[in-house]
């Protein structure tokens, strides 16, 4: 069989008893039904005895938005999947919006990702170039090959002639379809009108009956009436290709056996098919993947909060998490497990289990995933990713040490998010005692004597107990707490509530052993910047002392000065 550009070439037959052939099992198949005449079936093996590969083709006009690294991800797992390539071309015919800083985020979206490209920008590979603004030469070159076949024909209409004809079409309540007016003209029609110097575009000529069926590999067959279509435009009055066009020149061009996309695209394909068949170029295996919906099931947009990779990578999530979930948008392995790395989702991925329905887009999701994901990094990755934040964040003098190790350690189970843990760690050097004992909450706290435990415990401070164990560790800790509770005649929650409330002044919060440690290694070690907001033990218990338990238990507002603390 000979090949173009590495891929078998199309092989088309015609049947002339009006009968419609469909080729079954792994082939590509296209049927063109024609009705009371002809009609054939044309047919691909494109992809079945070659290597696979695919592309992910973004448009440098704004950042990577989740739908588009979603698309990409599936690709990229197909190709990785099957021993594949994985090909990036920048389709940037929209000179008036395409950028060049656009195209360089979309790069550095998909390699934050982990999304490594085989072939494309930066990479260079023997199919390119792989942007479409550097490939105008070969457009025009196919172009010309249509036109002498005479598969597409020169259109002089004028803006107002085409717009006149869709007026006519809406009242006639038809589709907006071109009507052919230069369809048929005479060679000299022509030629007296390129000596005029009117501008033209090149028109597909369209089949005036029949059909087109594809066995999508995610929505299974779909098909298209050709009355549905008029002839339609390949190349601008300027010189410039269409995008469906470029496309399937591209496609062709670069051997692409699989072009897995976004639905949208998917009425693009009954022209692509028509241009791949007049060219005389093998059909892809088609896939169109379903949208990334909104909660409340509209496409995903700006004002449904951050949409583009680039915004949630700035809001601190992790790109294993992304990738992780966004492969979760409408596949899965068949199981009730939800964590994969990129390298476990290339051994599990199949173009099989992706459900042609679409996906809700769950921040909260989200945020629980790369929560997940974050408390699985290496202990000392963690440790520095989340040291340099808090010293970059002016809480901690140095990124590294036994304080930020215990930190992290104590407060990982509370941060999904790296930002988390600024506030993790300032919530805990904070000491608001007086809101937490004026609120509702607090009430029982009260109720309980805890004014009682206060002066216990300001007496053990005072007397150096509670230091003295607390410079020991957890042993010190543990045996100083054991025997302060035998002197209350308190265990358990009776216990630990009022210390948690006297020592850290909340009610909730991590271990109240690990907790009170950390506080004192962080008065001791001068590791915490003065202006962090610390509370250290001398400033809590100076605060103790000043409580006037009664002003609470009588309900009397507080003076202005005492909720300052």
Not at 72 to 78: G, H, Q, R, S
Not at 134 to 161: D, I, M, P, T, W
Not at 469 to 496: M, T
Request: include cysteine; aromatic fraction near 10%.
């Amino acid at each position: 069989m000979a090949t173009l550009a590495g891929a078998p070439w199309l092989r088309a037959r015609l049947i002339s008893n009006g009968q419609s052939l469909l080729y079954c099992g792994n082939r590509q198949s296209l049927c063109f039904r024609s009705r009371g005449r002809r009609s054939f079936s044309v047919f691909a093996l494109a992809g079945d005895e070659g290597v696979v590969r695919v592309r992910f083709a973004p448009s440098p006009t704004g950042n990577l938005h989740v739908g588009g690294a979603r698309t990409a991800l599936f690709n990229y797992l197909y190709a990785r999947s099957k021993g594949g390539k994985f090909i990036l071309r920048i389709e940037d015919t929209d000179l008036e919006r395409s950028t060049r800083e656009s195209e360089e985020a979309v790069l550095r979206d998909l390699s934050w990702l982990g999304l490594d490209w085989d072939e494309g920008p930066g990479v260079g590979g023997n199919y390119g170039p792989y942007r479409q603004s550097e490939r105008n030469a070969l457009y025009k070159q196919f172009a010309e090959k249509l036109l002498q076949s005479g598969h597409v024909y020169r259109c002089f209409c004028s803006a107002e002639e085409l717009e006149k004809m869709k007026e006519i079409a809406k009242l006639k309540q038809l589709p907006p379809v071109y009507t052919g007016r230069w369809a048929s003209a005479t060679e000299e029609e022509v030629l007296e009108e390129l000596a005029k110097g009117t501008q033209y575009t090149y028109r597909f000529r369209v089949p005036k009956e029949g059909s087109l069926k594809i066995d999508d590999l995610i929505r299974g067959e779909v098909s298209w009436n050709f009355d549905t279509l008029g002839d339609f435009v390949i190349m601008r009055s300027n010189g410039q290709p269409v995008y469906n066009f470029c496309v399937t020149v591209d496609d062709a061009t670069m051997a692409i056996s699989h072009v897995i996309r976004a639905e949208e695209h998917l009425p693009n394909t009954l022209r692509q098919a028509l241009i791949y068949k007049a060219l005389g170029f093998p059909m892809p295996h088609f896939a169109h993947v379903s949208l990334i919906l909104a909660p409340d099931r509209s496409k995903l947009s700006k004002r449904h909060g951050a949409t583009s990779v680039g915004q949630f990578r700035d809001m601190g999530y992790l790109p294993q998490a992304m990738v992780n979930y966004l492969a979760l948008l409408g596949w899965g392995d068949g199981t009730e497990n939800e964590f994969f790395t990129l390298e476990q989702l290339v051994g599990k991925f199949t173009i099989e289990r992706v459900n042609k329905s679409g996906a809700i887009f769950d921040s909260t999701k989200l945020r629980w995933m790369n929560g997940q994901h974050l408390r699985s990094l290496p202990s000392e990755e963690l440790n520095q990713i989340i040291g340099e934040r808090w010293k970059d964040a002016g809480i901690v003098t140095e990124a590294q040490g036994v304080f930020v190790q215990d930190a992290v350690l104590l407060l990982k189970d509370g941060i999904d998010l790296i930002p988390d843990s600024e506030k993790a760690l300032s919530s805990l050097l904070s000491y608001p005692l007086y809101e937490t004992l004026a609120s509702t909450e607090g009430k029982p706290i009260l109720e309980d004597g805890v004014s009682e435990i206060a002066k216990s415990l300001l007496a053990a401070y005072d007397g150096g107990e509670l230091s003295g164990a607390l410079a020991e560790g957890q042993a010190g800790w543990k045996n100083w707490v054991k025997n302060f509770g035998k002197l209350l005649k308190r265990k358990g929650k009776s216990l630990f509530m009022p210390l948690r409330v006297l020592l850290t002044g909340k009610l909730h919060g991590p271990d109240i052993g690990a907790t009170t440690l950390l506080l004192y290694k962080a008065g001791t070690s001068g590791c915490v910047v003065p202006q962090a907001g610390f509370v250290t033990f001398d400033e809590r218990f100076k605060i103790l002392r000043e409580v006037q338990w009664e002003s609470f238990s009588t309900n009397v507002p507080l003076s202005a000065g005492a909720v300052t603390h």
